[in-house]
């Protein structure tokens, strides 16, 4: 079975500092783990995704992650806040052979100038 | 543009009056889902569908029908809403139908539904 705990429902910064949205998870099988972004009345974006390759894994906008085995974490990172990333982050796992993906109850971003 | 089209974007009905919201996607994918976003809980899958006649529950498949005649449609269909339906929809596909799980999910914009 899977599952995934998003840590914060609210996380606050100023714009320029670092961002660490937290994502624990927990998978019988070697798991996809992915980031998605939902601006405000909008649809879900892929951020970016972990499917066994490199453990730290780049994606768009300046966001990474980094998947650890041991610690069975996905953490979402970005060095420099902008006011642009305030949104709501969901993290998702998703099992080999698994077509129903777990989202994670998501994260807000607020952004302070 | 590759796009997930749903509609309608907003929708008030009352408790019983089956609707059908539906979903278009222009990028041949196989796999296609609906789930509900709703406070506090993420988003839940109700339906997912890996090809065309071929659909299957999701988490919450409670109260709702999905059917999957041609490839590019997935319509979602409440025979008779009722007011804990009320709740934000997406639609979403993928090539996920390798079963892996690594597909990227392309969603539409949202559908927000109200059940009076």
């Known amino acids: 079975a899977q599952s995934v705990t998003q840590l914060d429902s609210h996380v606050s910064v100023s714009e320029g500092t670092p961002v660490l949205l937290r994502c624990n998870y927990s998978s019988s099988y070697s798991p996809s783990l992915f980031w998605y972004v939902q601006h405000p009345n909008k649809g879900l974006q892929l951020l970016l995704k972990y499917t066994s390759a490199a453990t730290l894994v780049k994606g768009i906008n300046g966001f990474e992650a980094e998947f650890k085995k041991s610690e069975t974490s996905f953490h979402l990172t970005k060095p420099s806040a902008h006011m642009s990333d305030a949104a709501e982050y969901f993290c998702v796992v998703s099992e080999g052979g698994s077509y129903i993906p777990t989202f994670g109850r998501g994260t807000s971003l607020i952004v302070h100038p | ?26 990028m041949n ?21 890996m090809n065309v006649e071929v659909t299957d529950k999701g988490d919450v498949p409670e109260g709702y029908k999905v059917s999957r005649k041609e490839k590019r449609n997935f319509p979602l269909i409440l025979e008779s809403p009722s007011p804990n339906q009320t709740s934000l929809y997406f639609c979403a596909s993928s090539l996920f139908s390798s079963g892996t799980g690594e597909g990227e999910l392309f969603f539409g914009e949202g559908s927000r539904l109200t059940v009076l």
């Open chain 2, 1 to 26: 543009e590759a796009q997930v089209t749903q509609n309608p974007r907003y929708l008030i009905t009352v408790t019983g009056k089956k609707l059908t919201v539906t979903c278009s996607q222009n």
């Open chain 2, 29 to 49: 994918h196989e796999y296609m889902s609906w789930y509900r976003q709703d406070p506090g809980l993420g988003l839940r899958q109700i339906y997912y569908s």
